[in-house]
C-alpha cells in the first residue's frame, strides 16, 4: 500500500504532466511520433479544456467526487486508498450490470484494473472546480480522514443533508448534494436534471471563453460532427475567438496528416514491404491533393499561429518550432513531396533527433517492431471525448421529472 500511495502522493501538477504522458502512449490514436504534442495539447485546452483521451461519460466527474467522500471515513489515510479502491471496482461491477454500458472503463479488468477512473478524471475535476483541492488523491484522503475525526470527535449541532455530515475539504458541497440517497445502488451513466445543470455550470463557469462551454451555453447539438469539430454544421456560429484556435487546429491537423503518412511511408519502404508502402504512397498523394485543395495550407499564417499560441503561453520547443516551420516551407513551395529527397531527411532527422539510437529508420531491430501503423490518426484535439460528455450532460438536462 505504501507504494501506491506514494505514486499518488506526488506534486499534482507534475503528476498531471506525467499522467498526460502516459495516457498518451496508452491510446495509439494519441502516440506522438514526431513530437508535436505540446502544440496538439496546446490547442486542445483552448478548445476543451480539462478534456482527456482516457475520459469517457460525464457522470464520472460526480461519481468520483462521492466516492472520495465515502472513503474519507476511512480510520486513517491508507485505509482511505484501499477503500477508494475497493469503491471503484463496485462501481465498475455496478455499471456493468447496467443497460448502458457504452464507456465503462474497466469493464473487462474489474478489479484488476490498473488506473482507476479516479486517475483519468482528477485533473478534469480540478479544472472544472469540483475539487478544489490543489493535492493529489492520497492527499486530500489525508486530509479528508483528518477531517472526519474531528467532526466526530466535535458535538453534533445538525446532521441533515446540509449539516456537517456533508462537508468533505476539497469537493464542492454542491457535488455531495447531488448524490442519491441510494447511492451506490442502482447506478447508471444516466444524468438527472440538476446533475447535468451542475456540471454544465461548473464547465461554463471554470471556462467561460472555450467551445466547450459555447457548446454548453447555446445548447448546440454535437452528433452532427463525429470525427472533427470544423466539420460541425454550425462552426461558422463559433464565437470569433474559438474560432480562430478552430481554424488553426484544423490547419495544423492537416499538415502533421502529412508527415505522419510520409514517415509510415519511408517505414514501410525500409521494411520492403510492398502492400503498406502502396498505400501511404496513395494516401500521401490524395493528402497533397486536399493541401492544395480550398481548405487546405497554401492561405494558412504559420506566423500568425505561432503568435496564437505565444499569447497563451503555450511552450513549443524551438527544435520543435524549427521542424513545424520547415516542413511547412516544404510542403507549400513544392508539388512532389511524396518522393521529396529534403522532405524525407527532414522526417528522418526529426525521428533521430527524438529518439536517438532507437529511432526506427536507422535501427533494424526498431523497425522490425513497427506494427505497419504508427499515430495515423488525425489530430482531433479530444473532440470525440467533448462531444461524448457535451451529449451526456444535454441528455441530462432533456429528462422530464415526474411532478
Known amino acids: ?10 506534486d499534482s501538477r507534475q503528476r498531471d504532466q506525467a499522467m498526460a504522458v502516459l495516457d498518451a502512449f496508452r491510446d495509439r ?34 461519481f468520483i467526487p462521492w466516492l472520495v467522500a465515502d472513503a474519507m471515513t476511512a480510520r486513517n489515510a491508507d485505509a482511505a486508498v484501499a477503500e477508494l479502491r475497493r469503491g471503484e471496482v463496485r462501481l465498475i461491477d455496478m455499471l456493468a450490470d447496467s443497460d448502458d454500458r457504452q464507456g465503462l472503463i474497466g469493464g473487462q ?3 484488476n484494473l490498473r488506473r482507476m477512473p479516479s486517475a483519468m478524471y482528477w485533473a478534469a475535476l480540478r479544472s472544472y472546480g469540483i475539487t478544489t483541492s490543489r493535492s493529489s488523491i492520497a492527499g486530500l484522503l489525508r486530509d479528508g480522514v483528518a477531517h472526519t475525526a474531528e467532526t466526530r470527535r466535535a458535538p453534533r449541532e445538525a446532521d441533515d443533508e446540509h449539516g456537517p455530515s456533508m462537508l468533505r475539504p476539497g469537493i464542492d458541497p454542491h457535488a455531495l448534494l447531488l448524490r442519491p440517497r441510494d447511492w451506490p445502488q442502482g447506478t447508471s451513466f444516466a444524468l438527472t436534471p440538476a446533475e447535468a445543470d451542475y456540471l454544465r455550470g ?26 472533427f469539430v ?26 502533421n496528416r502529412g508527415a505522419v503518412l510520409l514517415y509510415n511511408l519511408q517505414l514501410a519502404e525500409a521494411s520492403e514491404h510492398a502492400e503498406r508502402t502502396e498505400r501511404y504512397r496513395a494516401d500521401l498523394i490524395e493528402w497533397c491533393a ?9 492561405n494558412w499564417s504559420l506566423d500568425a499561429f505561432w503568435r496564437l499560441l505565444a499569447g497563451v503561453g503555450a511552450r513549443i520547443s524551438r527544435p520543435t518550432r524549427t521542424f513545424v516551420d520547415r516542413w511547412h516551407e516544404l510542403v507549400v513551395s513544392r508539388s512532389g513531396i511524396v518522393d521529396d529527397d529534403g522532405a524525407r531527411e527532414l522526417i528522418a532527422h526529426r525521428e533521430r533527433s527524438l529518439k536517438g539510437p532507437r529511432a526506427r529508420l536507422v535501427n533494424p531491430s526498431a523497425l522490425n517492431a513497427w506494427s505497419g501503423a504508427s499515430a495515423l490518426a488525425q489530430l482531433q484535439y479530444n473532440w470525440p471525448i467533448a462531444r461524448r460528455i457535451i451529449d451526456d450532460i444535454q441528455a441530462g438536462a432533456r429528462v422530464e421529472v415526474p411532478a
Open 109 to 111: 479488468a474489474r478489479a
Open 290 to 298: 486536399v493541401v492544395d485543395g480550398p481548405d487546405g495550407l497554401r
Open 202 to 227: 461548473r464547465i461554463m463557469t471554470s471556462h467561460p471563453e472555450s467551445l466547450y462551454a459555447w457548446f454548453l451555453r447555446e445548447e448546440v447539438e454535437v452528433e452532427t460532427a463525429e470525427r
Open 230 to 255: 470544423w466539420e460541425h454544421p454550425g462552426a461558422g456560429e463559433f464565437p470569433a475567438a474559438m474560432a480562430e484556435w478552430v481554424e488553426h487546429g484544423r490547419a495544423f491537423s492537416v499538415l
Open 29 to 62: 490514436t494519441t502516440v506522438d511520433e514526431l513530437g508535436v504534442s505540446s502544440i496538439r495539447d496546446a490547442i486542445t485546452h483552448q478548445l476543451f479544456p480539462g478534456s482527456s483521451v482516457l475520459q469517457t461519460r460525464a457522470r464520472y466527474l460526480l
Open 1 to 10: 500500500m505504501t507504494s501506491f500511495l506514494s505514486w499518488l502522493d506526488t
